[in-house]
């Protein structure tokens, strides 16, 4: 219906059935001038009561011939063209201002798109002359001003240089401050992930203290429901109550008034700064002085310099955001390994002029990587991020702990009054980190053990300082985990060996410097590929190709044994899902699995683990164990042995050396296939009793069903050698030499056959 604002008629909906009830609505208005015209002709349908009275009846005639202007051309600024270019709907309204030249009055107008009778399509113009002239052009020439002044600033920052960008918004804010007549602007972003709302910019007149002073940095939380609101796009004021009710929360929750004392302070407006429908920040301003603006006026300016600062802060904010990746870790948020460094230069700096003893700790998680295989990565992730957090609450705003990757964190103690107060701040630590892990109903528990180094005793250098704290902390693992060591230099050679292998071996895992390599098996009778075997290859990168033999002791002295046999697996599996999406005929891989492994549940998990994610059956995977690996082994391995089995998986024993004690044994367990060594080939055609004992190992094998696989054969005197025992594949130099993945595809593509 019809409501009344201010004195001024406003059409709020016009709900009719027909022209004869419209009319009678728009006949019951007072104080307004009010007509009817057709949109395609101009001709004037109806008028009310008040143009009646001033023009007499002038239904039929066109509208810009009779009212006001007695023209014979429609008005420049007529909305009928508008209306039927947009492709108007019943209630679309256009609301405008004009100047009657005729009796030099101004009008505030209405004009509404509706439907009349015989679906004639008309617009109702409704006309409130504005009463106070002086005012109202006062106004207008107060919109003019800000118009020029905007178009100014946008006009600025087309061509603006990126250093200058902050001196060009500084002194946007003050024209716009000028003119508002405001004591204080300022512009406020978000960084840090919408964790920090931080002033970038402000400005403030003559004998007024910068606002700048005391609100650098906003705290997020006293301040989120005025985010709440600027995320909606609204405009916050407190000339307007509405608005200042979206604060009722905050005043219940903290019993005051709002944060006045602040930012929000006389008369502000605040308005979004926002990028791709994303809140990037707000501009705003302080005790707003210039009576002569309405408060649309004021928020509407404001708004529109969030617009214009909107495209340039933009750079600003992207430019902190690489800035942040650069120095700390996504995932805890904490200072880097490239940080740290620079925190720990500045803390030996400040130790060294001040004469200060600072402790540099170097914290590895016990436990972490059980966590890891049991609740998968994402579960892993949220503990360590958990852990980062009991560790800052644990320390002092002036110290620092970032991390360095993986499950290590790395703390500066700086300005130490007492070394003994070290061992109290490590057992804090530990205990902080080891209580339990409740994450969505699943608990889990951990550890943390301690090296720490102290300048200057231990080193005056980061390098020095971090390989002594790196030392104390393995040498605190060694001690039964889970407790802290200060830097002790007995076995420091020994110590830093194993510590720089383990650390060599985990880069080139976290790298992806490993690399497989495949050697085709071929069927001795049919003479095509029957199977491959994956070989594992370190791209070192001062070495160049590592082969295995050079660097297995060494992981497996490290400890990581399994985590290479982890991600070969996978990584095979994956390549055996990619082969069979391109097409490639169905073949198995044989992938040799460590000694160390052949007890572990967890290496059968993993198995399964692999085959799963890489959507491929049990059948196209041949697990090789070594056969001292299986002869020395207790009945663990025996049930082992049938778990893979009944998975699906072939089983083959590597490195068969022709003992008949070694095959009546592999009877009775569930084995497949034995790959004869290559040495036992080689003495076989130069000797005849190893030639005799061949013959009679391969039939004997053959008796027990298992399949033989002669490996490195490089000659073709070897080669008839074996096919004379009916072996039943062969593998080595002679047909092929390892290859990439790539290469294998090519290869596979020739049909090649021996």
Not at 235 to 240: A, G, L
Not at 332 to 353: C, E, Q
Not at 426 to 453: F, H, L
């Amino acid at each position: 219906m019809l409501k009344k604002n201010g004195g001024a008629t406003t059409l709020k909906e016009m709900p009719y059935e027909s022209a004869e009830s419209l009319s009678a609505i728009l006949n019951c208005i007072d104080g307004a001038d009010i007509y009817v015209s057709d949109l395609g002709t101009y001709e004037i349908v109806f008028i009310n009561k008040s143009l009646l009275d001033k023009y007499g009846n002038i239904t039929g005639k066109r509208c810009f011939e009779s009212i006001y202007t007695g023209q014979n051309v429609p008005c420049s600024f007529c909305t009928n063209k508008l209306f039927l270019s947009e492709n108007a709907k019943i209630g679309k309204k256009k609301t405008w201002t004009f100047k009657n030249e005729v009796n030099n009055k101004w009008y505030e107008r209405q004009d509404i798109f509706t439907i009349w009778e015989n679906q004639r399509t008309v617009k109702v113009s409704i006309l409130n002359e504005i009463k106070n002239t002086i005012e109202f052009e006062t106004s207008i020439a107060y919109e003019l001003k800000i118009e020029r002044l905007l178009y100014n600033i946008t006009k600025r920052f087309i061509n603006v240089c990126t250093d200058k960008i902050d001196e060009c918004i500084t002194l946007s804010i003050r024209e716009i401050g000028e003119y508002l007549k405001a004591s204080n602007g300022y512009v406020y972003l978000l960084f840090d992930n919408d964790t920090k709302i931080e002033q970038t910019h402000a400005w403030c007149t003559n004998n007024i203290k910068p606002i700048s002073s005391f609100t650098k940095e906003l705290p997020i939380n006293d301040f989120y429901w005025l985010l709440q609101l600027l995320c909606k796009g609204e405009v916050f004021s407190t000339y307007d109550v509405s608005t200042m009710s979206n604060v009722k929360p905050y005043l219940v929750k903290f019993g005051k008034k709002p944060p006045f004392n602040s930012i929000l302070y006389g008369d502000t407006v605040l308005a979004p700064i926002d990028y791709e429908n994303r809140l990037i920040g707000f501009t705003g301003y302080s005790l707003i002085g210039n009576k002569q603006l309405t408060p649309f006026m004021v928020k509407s300016t404001v708004r529109r310099m969030g617009e214009i600062f909107a495209h340039v802060l933009v750079k600003k904010i992207i430019s902190r955001q690489i800035e942040h990746l650069a120095h700390y870790d996504q995932l805890t948020n904490l200072p880097n390994r490239t940080l740290f460094s620079d925190r720990l230069s500045n803390a030996i700096n400040h130790s060294k002029r001040n004469g200060w003893t600072t402790a540099l700790l170097f914290l590895d998680l016990d436990g972490f990587k059980k966590v890891n295989d049991m609740y998968g990565h994402d579960f892993g992730d949220i503990v360590l991020r958990q852990a980062a957090e009991r560790i800052k609450n644990c320390l002092r705003e002036s110290d620092t702990v970032g991390r360095l990757g993986g499950d290590e964190f790395t703390i500066i103690i700086a300005n130490l009054a007492k070394r003994q107060d070290m061992a109290s701040i490590c057992q804090k630590i530990i205990e902080n980190v080891s209580m339990p892990y409740n994450i969505n109903g699943t608990s889990c528990c951990i550890g943390a053990s301690i090296g720490v180094s102290i300048y200057p005793d231990n080193g005056q250098t980061n390098e020095n300082l971090l390989k002594c704290a790196d030392i104390a902390m393995y040498q605190a693992k060694m001690l039964g985990k889970n407790n802290y060591q200060f830097y002790n230099p007995t076995n420091k050679v020994d110590t830093f060996k194993e510590i720089n292998n383990k650390r060599r071996l985990q880069r080139a895992l976290d790298t992806d410097e490993f690399i497989v390599h495949y050697q085709p098996q071929f069927d001795i009778k049919t003479g095509r590929i029957k199977g491959v075997e994956a070989l594992i290859r370190w791209y070192h990168p001062e070495l160049g190709v590592v082969f295995p033999s050079n660097f297995l002791k060494e992981a497996i002295e490290a400890g990581l044994m399994f985590n290479i046999d982890e991600w070969i697996i996978r990584h095979v599996c994956c390549q055996i899902r990619q082969w069979q999406a391109d097409g490639l005929p169905h073949i198995s891989v044989n992938v040799n699995i460590s000694y160390q492994n052949t007890n572990e549940r967890k290496i059968i998990n993993a198995i399964e683990r692999a085959l799963m994610d890489a959507s491929i059956t049990a059948e196209h995977l041949n697990i090789e164990f070594t056969e001292s690996s299986i002869i020395l082994k207790d009945k663990a391995t025996v049930i082992m042995l049938n778990r893979l089995k009944e998975t699906g998986i072939k089983l083959s024993v590597d490195g068969f050396s022709a003992d008949y004690t070694s095959l009546h044994k592999f009877k009775n367990l569930p084995i497949d296939t034995i790959k004869v060594s290559p040495q036992f080939i080689q003495k076989s055609t130069i000797n005849t009793s190893e030639a005799t004992l061949a013959r009679a190992l391969f039939a004997m094998a053959h008796n027990y069903g298992l399949q033989v696989i002669a490996v490195g054969v490089e000659t073709e005197e070897q080669f008839e050698f074996i096919r004379q025992l009916k072996c039943d594949m062969v593998q080595g130099y002679l047909f092929s030499n390892p290859m990439t993945a790539d290469k294998f595809r090519q290869f596979m593509a020739t049909r090649y056959t021996i």
